[in-house]
């Protein structure tokens, strides 16, 4: 069974441009989450997606903004990019077993805006 | 608003030996606990994870146990070897299809 995978798995950016990153989720998982990793603040909750609608929505300014589509591939956008957005992007996919609500990250995409 | 520590943040230690590593959070309600190891610039892979109503799993050489009511988590690690050198992080669920709040993680290195 393939995991989660997340493309591309490198991106350089400059400043002020916008980024598409995309997530496929396990096969019949159908949440996605996204979450940003820096050294200075660790692992934060950017948003969640389930069934083609947002669930859950962190902390972050709306120029990060996310879809799912009917296949529970999902993407992420950032808009008009700072240098403070450089970071690892991890997305992970969720599947329920009667309570346990089990997450699977994939390898992240790893951006740099310059 | 829930927050996780880690103690320690990091630790070094010699093949062989057996470890604790500690996760704290601030409101005991949570969900499930999960335990995940991340390699340097790489995604998280899932170790183990404990349901609120659970006190601990095990898998291999690794035990998680959970004290909801005293906002603990620890992860213990068998006869560490260097293929164990990692992050490990600790993460709790807020509730039922509920996001995920990180600790810092504890970096562990096992020397051969």
Not at chain 1, 41 to 53: H, K, V
Not at chain 2, 5 to 10: D, F, L, S, V
Not at chain 2, 42 to 47: E, F, I, N, P, V
Request: proline share 5%; net charge positive.
């Amino acid at each position: 069974k393939a995991g989660v995978t997340q493309t591309p798995r490198y991106l350089i950016k400059t400043r002020g441009q916008q980024v598409t990153l995309s997530c496929s989720p396990i096969s019949g998982h159908r949440s996605v989450s996204w979450y940003q990793q820096t050294p200075g603040q660790g692992l934060q909750f950017l948003f969640e997606y389930f069934s083609e609608t947002q669930r859950n929505k962190g902390n972050f300014p709306g120029r990060f903004s996310g879809r799912q589509f009917s296949n529970s591939r999902s993407e992420m956008n950032v808009s008009t990019l700072e240098l403070g957005d450089s970071a690892l992007y991890l997305c992970a996919s969720s599947t329920v077993r009667g309570p346990i609500t089990e997450a699977f990250f994939g390898q992240g995409t790893r951006l740099t805006v310059v | 608003k829930q927050e996780v520590t880690q103690i320690p943040a990091a630790l070094s230690v010699p093949e062989g030996e057996n470890l604790v590593l500690n996760c704290s959070f601030t409101d005991s309600a949570i969900y499930n606990l999960q335990w995940f190891r991340q390699d340097p610039g790489k995604g998280l892979t899932s170790l183990l994870l404990i349901q609120s109503s659970q006190r601990e799993q095990t898998s291999g050489r690794l035990n998680a146990s959970l004290d909801k009511s005293s906002g603990r988590s620890t992860l213990y690690i068998a006869a560490s070897q260097p293929g164990d050198s990692a992050t490990y992080l600790c993460a709790v669920q807020l509730g039922y299809g509920q996001n995920f709040v990180f600790g810092p993680g504890t970096r562990l290195s096992v020397l051969p």
